[in-house]
Structures are given as C-alpha cells and as structure tokens.
C-alpha cells in the first residue's frame, strides 16, 4: 500500500510566537486573536493545557486558571509566509507536499518512490525532523497509511513514529484524546459532556 506522512509542528502559530519571545519557553503560553482581556484563545502550549487552558476561552479566563499564562498575536500574513516557506523545505523529502488548508503547521508529504533514497521509512522520518530541528521548529512526523490517522497520532504524539500495517495506525489514532485534535471549541465541549473524550469514542 502506498505509505504517506503526516508533518505536524505542534501549536504552529505558537512556535513563531516562540521564536519572537524565547524567554517563554517555560511558562504556558497563548496565541489570542487580539491582545485584550476578551481576545479569543486560537492556541494553546502543553503547559497551558495541562493548566486547564484551551482554544476557545477568553484570554481573561485563561489567565484565572494560572497566573503564568503568557499570550500574543500573530498575524495570518506571518503565518501563511512560514507555511510557504516550510512547503519548499519540505519538498527536499518528496515531490509531493501538501499543507493543510485548515490547521497551519500540518502537512502531508508522500512517500512513494523513497525507496532508492533512504534505507527505511524510519531513517525518512527522523531526516524531516531533524532539518526541521536545524532551523528551530519542533516537529512529529507519523508515516502512515490515511490521512486522518496520521494527523490524529501526530497530534498527540512527539518524535518520529511508523506503523506496520493499516489495523495498527487505526488502533492508535482510536487512543487521541479529541482535546488534541483541532476541532471547533463548541463541539469539542459537547462532546465532552456526552462522555466522548477519544476518537474511539467518538
């Protein structure tokens, strides 16, 4: 079957944030939609989700579930020039690279004809990461079998990961936790509330 690889560079807007305010590595972090107290939540850091902080909520809110919370705006225009920019360093790995429309830092390469190129899917994997590592973004990359699974894992997980067959991507992609996922706060807090917390239950 023919193999593909879901790019993820976790928080995407917050790794440019990142890179503008370093001395924020440690605390929770936020990308709002304005730089006010009722400014929109779009994004949030490990830390800031652990605090209870997630995409939807105010600013103001976020900042009552931990003091700590550091927060900024970044523009679509400085998002969409690094997504145009990582498209191009992403395609030194395969012809075929596709950014996601809807969430930025997500692409999709294709892995077919690597073969001659690299000694295994593994070796593919870490040398996107690593290159991406070189110019100071953090990055999952899950080679696959679809699309969604590959997206799903790589949401939830760091490093490299490979699977065999179709039947072990589609076990690990039912084990997401749907806060991972980048879907409409609305829906994700609904769900939540129906008891439906994993991709499996959903």
């Known amino acids: ?4 690889a879901c790019v993820s560079l976790p928080a995407f807007p917050l790794q440019l944030l990142l890179r503008r305010h370093p001395e924020w590595a440690a605390h929770p972090m936020a990308v709002v939609a304005e730089d006010r107290p009722q400014g929109l939540i779009l994004w ?3 830390e800031a989700r652990r605090a209870g902080v997630l995409s939807g909520l105010r600013y103001a809110a976020g900042c009552s579930l931990t003091a700590e919370l550091r927060a900024g705006v970044v523009p679509p225009t400085e ?3 690094a997504v145009a920019t990582l498209t191009e360093q992403l395609g030194r790995f395969t012809p075929e690279v ?3 429309s809807e ?9 077919a004809g690597l073969g001659r190129l690299y000694a295994s899917l593994e070796e593919w994997a870490r040398a996107i990461v690593t290159d991406l590592d070189s110019t100071g973004f ?10 969604f699974g590959t997206y799903a894992v790589a949401s939830a997980r760091e490093g490299t990961v490979v699977f065999e ?3 072990q991507e589609r076990a690990a992609a039912q084990r997401v936790r749907l806060d991972h996922l980048a879907l409409d706060p609305n829906l994700r807090d609904t769900l939540s509330k129906l008891g ?4 499996g239950a959903l």
């Open 98 to 100: 596709e950014p996601s």
């Open 44 to 46: 949030v850091n490990e």
């Open 138 to 147: 953090r990055a999952t990359v899950v080679v696959g079998f679809t699309r």
């Open 1 to 4: 079957m023919e193999r593909l």
């Open 79 to 81: 998002i969409a020039e």
């Open 165 to 167: 067959n179709p039947a």
């Open 103 to 111: 969430e930025p830092g997500v692409f999709w390469l294709s892995g």
């Open 196 to 199: 439906m917390g994993t991709v």
